[in-house]
């Protein structure tokens, strides 16, 4: 077991009163797994991927990663959020090298392993260019090699896809799986597509809202790459939907 929660809970004042976002979420994750965190809007997902990144502090319970009690951000483990966080005003190369910048390693290496990972998000002809040049998609790309340039064992990913068009929507869906298979990531993915879950996910943990708690976990033993009208891709699809009561 790699990341171990147990007993979370997380309650946010709001004036006199107290919300609680999360009740008693316990969850261990193993290292290398994909994990999609699904579930309606507001029961929680960014709170919980917060925790774990070491942005937010539990209200009760603990969070272990590899034995370790997260209470910081560290860059062992890496955000990627919807809206990409690049500086505006550097280009491709400088914002791969952002990370890197607070290690000692010389100009360089830096720039050596800003290329190989520009290169392998394919962008290696847009490393000059500014983020405003750039489709989300290559931007959202820009973000992904700019995490991967740190070397992370864990990359946490809060919808990263989602301000991008379907079609591009699905190719970034293909670059995180093969990302995650050649470089052996542990991935936290948050969603509120169903479809993107069972696309990606080793195990989808469903979440239900008012407070955030663990619904079920779905196990989701489709072999990559996955076929998204395969019989078997969508019973599963069929079973997360009725835990939504979708109809
Ligand atoms: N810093 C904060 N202070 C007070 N309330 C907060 C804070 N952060 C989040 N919340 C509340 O916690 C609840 C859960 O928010 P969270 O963003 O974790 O949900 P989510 O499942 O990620 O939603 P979405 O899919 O819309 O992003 C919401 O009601 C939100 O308003």
């Given at each position: ?6 007993g ?10 107290t ?18 965190l ?16 070491g ?14 009690v997260v209470s ?24 791969v090298e952002?990370?890197?910048?607070g ?10 392993i ?8 394919g962008l ?6 500014n ?7 290559m ?14 064992d864990?990359?946490?990913m809060d ?9 591009t ?12 298979r ?6 936290i ?11 990606l996910?080793?195990?989808?943990i ?7 708690r ?8 489709l ?5 998204r009208n395969?019989?078997d891709?969508?019973?599963i699809r069929?079973?997360?939907f ?6």
């Amino acid at each position: 077991m790699y990341i171990d929660i147990q007993g979370l809970t997380k309650k946010f004042k709001r004036g006199e009163q107290t919300l609680m976002v999360l009740d008693n979420i316990s969850l261990t994750i193993n290292q290398g797994e994909f994990i999609c965190l699904l579930g309606p809007s507001g029961c929680g997902k960014t709170t919980l991927l917060n925790i774990l990144a070491g942005f937010e502090n539990a209200s009760e319970g603990s969070v272990l990663i590899d034995g370790e009690v997260v209470s910081t951000p560290t860059s062992r483990y890496v955000t990627i959020f919807q809206n990409y966080g690049l500086l505006p005003w550097r280009n491709v190369r400088h914002n791969v090298e952002l990370g890197l910048e607070g290690k000692k390693i010389s100009k360089s290496k830096r720039k050596e392993i800003a290329e190989k990972y520009i290169c392998l998000v394919g962008l290696d002809k847009f490393a000059n260019s500014n983020p405003a040049q750039l489709s989300g998609g290559m931007q959202q790309r820009v973000a992904i090699a700019r995490a991967l340039a740190v070397s992370p064992d864990i990359i946490f990913m809060d919808e990263p896809f989602g301000a991008l068009d379907a079609m591009t929507r699905m190719k970034m869906q293909d670059e995180i799986l093969e990302i995650k298979r050649s470089q052996n990531k542990t991935i936290i993915f948050v969603t509120h597509d169903i479809d993107e879950a069972v696309y990606l996910a080793d195990r989808i943990i469903v979440f239900s809202p008012n407070p955030g708690r663990i619904k079920e976990i779905i196990q989701v033993q489709l072999k990559f790459p996955r076929d998204r009208n395969g019989y078997d891709f969508i019973r599963i699809r069929d079973k997360v939907f009725s835990l939504f009561d979708i109809h």
